[in-house]
């Protein structure tokens, strides 16, 4: 008889070498995302074949407290220097597209009748930066994890559709590679996405402004989670304790993000720990995709995928109207 030890950590191990390999792959491949990988085969596996039982708990375990630690190291890609050298303008937009994108899904969710918190998770998860948002916000609001996959698989495909749907929009419109940077880091919901969504549209520089671009929107997770924390929160929980104004894991993610400011770690030990980044997040991406049930979607009506498409062309529309008004010109 298998003890609860022993069924963890199979789950963690299957989780594990499936991150493994989409990293692998990510590697021969370029043009491919790691993470895209891992959610698909996840994804994949969870509909076709029956998962045993047994695995269940080291899969879950990957989906929340290895996504988390993939969370904190990410923050080692996050400079506030080359954030700041962004200027004035593209940093107003950034504020603008993460709150009007926030705060516009909370109030569409609500008209249409979508769950609250799947909603918030949904709004965090459009506004900021995908998955690790959506887990940083699951830490504040303490959620179903149905919920956190469901929010995950509408993050992946509606930051899907935006690669092809970006570059379709900066073509039409002869925006230049910077403009065209900034639009495509302020509007697409994954970073593995932009990267892939700038490298088509004309990598170089264009790729340098877009991932400069969203990581500034994904440091803003913090003041997000923290904001939502204090509106929510306001109660103690059954046992007396009022809940944290941010997870500690979160607290990690800026004190690493500090590091990364600083600049103090030699840089065989930040690419060491950017491939380990990378792995933590396939691991845990593998385990969102088996959580991704397609039945349990379909349950969930066409109100949230209507909320992820409203989302959508709610950012979509702040980044093309600050292009207008000269923001990377």
């Known amino acids: 008889m298998q003890t609860t030890t022993t069924r963890t950590g199979s789950g963690i191990v299957l989780c594990a070498a ?101 909603t918030t998770l949904i709004a965090a998860g459009f506004s900021i930066c995908g998955a690790a948002a959506v887990a940083g916000m699951q830490g504040t609001i303490k959620v179903a994890e149905e919920k956190v996959a469901a929010a995950i698989a509408l993050v992946v495909l509606f930051g899907t559709l935006m690669i092809p749907t970006t570059v379709a929009i900066t073509a039409a419109f002869g925006f230049s590679d910077s403009q065209s940077g900034i639009f495509i880091g302020a509007t697409t919901h994954e970073v593995a996405q932009v990267v892939a969504a700038a490298g088509i549209a004309g990598g170089g520089g264009l790729l340098a402004v877009a991932a400069t671009v969203k990581l500034a929107r994904v440091a803003l997770l913090a003041p997000v989670v923290a904001g939502v924390s204090l509106t929510r929160n306001r109660g103690a929980d059954s046992d007396g304790k009022r809940p944290p104004i941010l997870p500690m894991f979160v607290i990690a993610f800026i004190v690493i993000m500090i590091v990364a400011t600083i600049d103090v770690l030699p840089g065989a030990v930040a690419d060491g720990a950017s491939y380990v980044q990378q792995f933590l997040l396939a691991t845990a991406m593998f385990a969102l995709g088996l959580g991704v049930h397609f039945k349990s979607l379909l349950k969930l009506g066409a109100r949230p995928l209507l909320l992820g498409l409203f989302s959508t062309l709610l950012i979509i529309a702040v980044g093309l109207v600050a292009v207008f008004l000269g923001v990377g010109a």
């Open 18 to 118: 499936v991150g493994l390999g989409s990293v692998l792959l990510g590697m021969a491949l370029p043009g491919l995302s790691p993470l895209l990988i891992a959610i698909m085969v996840g994804t994949l596996v969870r509909n076709v074949v029956r998962i045993p039982q047994a695995l269940e708990p080291g899969i879950g375990f990957s989906a929340k407290h290895i996504l988390r630690w993939g969370v904190v190291l990410f923050g080692l890609q996050i400079s506030l220097k080359t954030v700041a050298d962004l200027g004035a303008g593209a940093l107003v937009l950034i504020v603008c597209a993460v709150a009007i994108t926030f705060l516009g899904t909370q109030i569409i969710g609500r008209v249409l009748g979508v769950d609250s918190e799947l």
